[in-house]
């Protein structure tokens, strides 16, 4: 009687918000669109961008927030100065797709070699690995281009995927002090911590080793890509939303796929999500009920990421680091891990640093709490970190601290995963039989997990396979992968300079 009535008053709850929401439906406007992108990160827009001069008007885009970029975000010290990325920064050499890209839209860039690095571990400052391993790590059994080499070229390669996740497969192969070596003279913990696929990592790892050497800035930041992608995407009659966050796909009735944003029910019988898999797991709906329950979804790992922009009086950082020219520097000490240190003009004019780059779990919800407390102690955490890091010099009041806590910075295929990262990019083209709905972005492209060329890769998979593009760059069909992925040719030296 009790669990009746129980049932009787949340069936007719269920009811009413059902109506409410039906009711709710009923006073948003209507749009038809041929194509609908959801997402206007580099992923989706790149696919507006790519469409709009054939399809027009006919392509819809509707993005959560009140701004373009998703991960690519590059804020100012005063409105209308000039920017600096809390998101992505730069590309890489080898990174041809994005650098294509960039000529095509007209974009500048700057080469900046990276110069001297400072790593500080077991109370011991170095300027590179070897240093530090011998004043360190003397239990080490070899430098870390060897053991990387150990890690992808040996024998105990063909059991990687018998380990449990890539850090069993680190410990088991090289022995735990050689992890712990490797592990805190590289700036993201997160590959060393999280419970990562290691056959999928190690994929990754053997592309990653041929991304080289000099990384470029674009002038202007990374958002330089978002406003043109987007200017021209418009210009061709395209239709941008902002500030319209996709919460229901569902099937339609007269057409395939209705969609309910913020102010819009949206029909369209050809739907990409670009929306990256963390933030897609809150939108409701049967077809993105669908796509939630796909193994190959539920393998995506989204990876906890801070960081921190501060802007100062003076660059105090020039003798910071006597003798050398330190533009980077990263400790096991604090959280206060990986500062970095502009170099080409439109950032070292600005005054500005990178003073937190982090990804180790525990320390981005350190840094999550104190944010909540209020600027004044973060930048203290912070000046505590840098003088530990750079004993001998004054360091000053930051003029500005921005601080962005990205729920999922980037994405790597979870322990487990029975699927290769090329499984996941072939997937993610189609990933419901007999539906016409595609995932776009790097979270679907582990392969090029960290990278916007990720992003980029994946919509011009889905381009070129669904919309009959014949843009360069493909690496997948919905059937497989078509290009071989890097062999990891270059040397340590580059994988090193990167990300
Ligand atoms: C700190 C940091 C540093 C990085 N550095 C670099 C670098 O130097 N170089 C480089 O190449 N790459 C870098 N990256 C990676 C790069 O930024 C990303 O790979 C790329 O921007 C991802 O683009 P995307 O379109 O796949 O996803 P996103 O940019 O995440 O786009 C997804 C979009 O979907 C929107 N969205 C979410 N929910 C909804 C909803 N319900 N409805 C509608 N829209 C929704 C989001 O707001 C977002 O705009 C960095 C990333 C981070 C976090």
């Keep these: 009687m009790r669990i009746h009535s129980i049932l009787t008053i949340a069936t007719a709850l269920l009811a009413v918000s059902s109506l409410a929401f039906a009711d709710d439906k009923d006073k948003k406007k209507n749009l038809n669109c041929e194509v609908v992108i959801l997402g206007g990160g580099a992923g989706g827009l790149h696919t507006a961008f790519r469409l709009a001069p054939t399809m027009g008007d006919k392509v819809c885009l509707f993005e959560k927030e009140n701004r373009l970029g998703g991960r690519i975000y590059d804020v100012s010290r005063t409105p209308g100065g000039p920017v600096f990325g809390l998101g992505a920064l730069r590309i890489m050499e080898t990174q041809e797709v994005v650098f294509k890209l960039a000529d095509e839209l007209g974009i500048?860039?700057?080469a900046a070699p990276f110069e001297d690095d400072l790593i500080r571990a077991?109370?011991?400052?170095?300027?590179?690995?070897?240093?530090?391993?011998?004043?360190?790590?003397?239990?080490?059994?070899?430098?870390?281009?060897?053991?990387?080499?150990?890690?992808?070229?040996?024998?105990?390669?063909?059991?990687?995927?018998?380990?449990?996740?890539?850090?069993?497969?680190?410990?088991?192969?090289?022995?735990?002090?050689?992890?712990?070596?490797?592990a805190d003279i590289f700036r993201f913990r997160g590959d060393f911590t999280y419970p990562l696929s290691a056959?999928?990592?190690?994929?990754?790892?053997?592309?990653?080793?041929?991304v080289c050497c000099t990384p470029s800035y674009p002038v202007g930041g990374m958002s330089e890509f978002i406003k043109r992608m987007a200017q021209r995407a418009t210009q061709k009659g395209a239709r941008i939303y902002t500030s319209e966050?996709?919460?229901?796909?569902?099937?339609?009735?007269?057409?395939?796929?209705?969609?309910?944003?913020?102010n819009f029910v949206v029909r369209t019988n050809r739907l990409i999500v670009a929306i990256d898999a963390e933030a897609f797991k809150r939108v409701e709906g049967d077809v993105a009920r669908k796509i939630q329950k796909q193994a190959q979804f539920q393998d995506l790992m989204g990876v906890k990421v801070a960081s921190i922009n501060q802007w100062w009086p003076s660059a105090w950082w020039?003798?910071?680091?006597?003798?050398?020219?330190?533009?980077?520097?990263?400790?096991?000490?604090?959280?206060?891990?990986?500062?970095?240190?502009?170099?080409?003009?439109?950032?070292?004019?600005q005054l500005v640093t990178r003073s937190v780059y982090e990804d180790e779990k525990s320390c981005v919800d350190f840094w999550?709490?104190?944010?909540?407390?209020?600027?004044?102690?973060?930048?203290?955490?912070?000046?505590r970190g840098l003088k530990n890091m750079f004993p001998n010099v004054n360091i000053p009041k930051p003029l500005k601290t921005e601080v962005k806590i990205w729920p999922a910075g980037w994405y790597w295929l979870r322990a487990g995963s029975p699927y290769s990262n090329m499984d996941i990019a072939a997937w993610a083209i189609a990933p419901l039989q007999g539906e016409a709905v595609s995932l776009v972005g790097e979270s679907y492209n582990p392969q090029r997990s960290t990278w916007s060329d990720g992003a980029f890769k994946s919509s011009i998979n889905t381009l070129n396979a669904v919309f009959g593009l014949n843009l360069p760059g493909q690496t997948a069909t919905a059937n497989g992968p078509i290009n071989q992925p890097g062999k990891g040719k270059n040397g340590l030296a580059d994988f090193r300079a990167i990300r």
């Design 368 to 383: 999550e709490e104190l944010t909540s407390r209020g600027t004044t102690a973060v930048e203290a955490e912070i000046d």
């Design 108 to 110: 500048q860039y700057v």
């Design 122 to 182: 077991r109370g011991v400052s170095a300027n590179d690995s070897d240093s530090l391993r011998t004043a360190a790590y003397p239990r080490t059994t070899a430098g870390e281009s060897a053991l990387y080499d150990q890690l992808r070229l040996g024998p105990g390669r063909a059991n990687a995927g018998k380990y449990p996740d890539m850090r069993s497969y680190m410990r088991g192969t090289i022995g735990t002090e050689n992890y712990q070596f490797l």
């Design 245 to 262: 966050p996709a919460l229901e796909v569902e099937s339609g009735k007269g057409s395939r796929y209705e969609i309910t944003t913020a």
């Design 199 to 210: 056959k999928a990592y190690l994929e990754f790892l053997d592309e990653d080793w041929d």
């Design 318 to 349: 020039q003798n910071a680091n006597p003798g050398k020219k330190t533009r980077r520097a990263w400790t096991t000490e604090s959280c206060v891990n990986y500062i970095e240190i502009p170099t080409t003009p439109y950032g070292a004019n």
